[in-house]
């Protein structure tokens, strides 16, 4: 609980497309400089935030 609320606030993003990254599916968005991916740590904190809730 103590990782999660020193995350905060937490940077989400979401989609519900899936979209082929290096031969393999992902649930992410497009934009012209890449891919942002909402299961990727990396990219967002959308994993944190739904543990937490």
């Known amino acids: ?7 905060m606030p937490f940077a989400v993003c ?4 899936l979209l ?3 031969g393999r599916k992902v649930r992410g ?3 012209p ?7 990727n740590p990396d990219h967002c ?3 944190k935030l739904r543990t937490m809730l």
């Open 1 to 7: 609980v103590r990782q999660l609320k020193e995350a």
């Open 14 to 17: 979401g989609a519900n497309t």
């Open 20 to 22: 082929e990254v290096k």
């Open 29 to 31: 968005r497009l934009y």
């Open 33 to 39: 400089w890449g891919v942002v991916e909402v299961e």
């Open 45 to 47: 904190d959308f994993i």
